[in-house]
């Protein structure tokens, strides 16, 4: 009489796991909202009613826990118009959001006038990567309530994102020294 084996384990299957994880992603418990901050009538972090109240009302699901809020027609100091974006976390946004984004859909140097406006208002800025990928330019100045990151190493649709400091992403090499925004083509003098 043959005797019988155990049969061995079935290997996990990759869409099973994948599954499983983003399920339990999708059950965390959401977390408060961050602190309201606003920035040139802008909202800039706090829960999804304060986007809503600023027009951030167009919303989509991202994924299981993200939703994005946006907007056009977005002035950031005085230049735009821009579209403009919130991307919330938790169940229905509940976590609220972080940082904005600011865009312009057809022309990647329409953000040019409103980091002209920055420079003339006294903001200094340094530039982070190696000039091949993700490369930012880091508007700070003293005082203010946010930090300003523009992608200047970036082909498709460049973006201005406004972070509270204590929320700004460390940047990956270090911050170097203005180089002045004559790398964008652009003078304060304009």
């Given at each position: 009489?043959?005797?019988?084996?155990?049969?061995?384990?079935?290997?996990?299957?990759?869409?099973?796991?994948l599954?499983?994880?983003l399920?339990?992603?999708?059950c965390?418990?959401?977390?408060p909202?961050?602190?309201?901050?606003?920035?040139?009538?802008l909202p800039?972090?706090?829960s999804?009613?304060r986007?809503?109240a600023?027009?951030?009302?167009?919303?989509?699901?991202?994924?299981a826990?993200s939703?994005?809020?946006?907007?056009?027609?977005?002035?950031?100091?005085?230049?735009?118009?821009?579209?403009?974006?919130?991307?919330?976390r938790?169940?229905?946004?509940?976590?609220?959001?972080?940082?904005?984004?600011?865009?312009?859909?057809?022309?990647?140097?329409?953000?040019?006038?409103?980091?002209r406006?920055?420079?003339?208002?006294?903001?200094?800025?340094?530039?982070?990567?190696?000039?091949?990928?993700g490369?930012?330019?880091i508007?700070?100045?003293?005082?203010?309530?946010?930090?300003?990151?523009?992608?200047?190493?970036?082909?498709?649709k460049?973006?201005i994102?406004?972070?509270?400091?204590?929320g700004?992403?460390?940047?990956?090499?270090?911050c170097?020294?203005d180089?002045?925004l004559?790398?964008?083509?652009?003078?304060?003098?304009?």
């Open positions: 009489m043959p005797i019988a084996l155990p049969r061995p384990a079935r290997p996990a299957r990759p869409r099973a796991v599954a499983a994880a399920a339990v992603a999708g965390q418990a959401d977390t909202p961050p602190p309201g901050l606003s920035f040139m009538a800039i972090a706090g999804r009613s986007a809503s600023a027009g951030f009302d167009r919303c989509v699901y991202v994924d826990v939703l994005r809020c946006r907007k056009s027609g977005v002035t950031l100091m005085g230049a735009g118009p821009y579209e403009a974006a919130v991307d919330m938790g169940k229905d946004g509940r976590s609220g959001f972080g940082h904005l984004t600011l865009w312009h859909d057809d022309d990647q140097r329409a953000l040019y006038p409103a980091i406006a920055l420079a003339k208002d006294g903001w200094t800025m340094c530039f982070t990567g190696t000039e091949q990928a490369d930012q330019a508007f700070t100045k003293a005082g203010a309530p946010v930090r300003i990151y523009m992608d200047i190493s970036y082909y498709g460049r973006r994102r406004i972070f509270p400091p204590a700004a992403p460390r940047p990956s090499t270090p170097l020294a180089k002045g004559g790398m964008f083509g652009i003078s304060t003098a304009d």
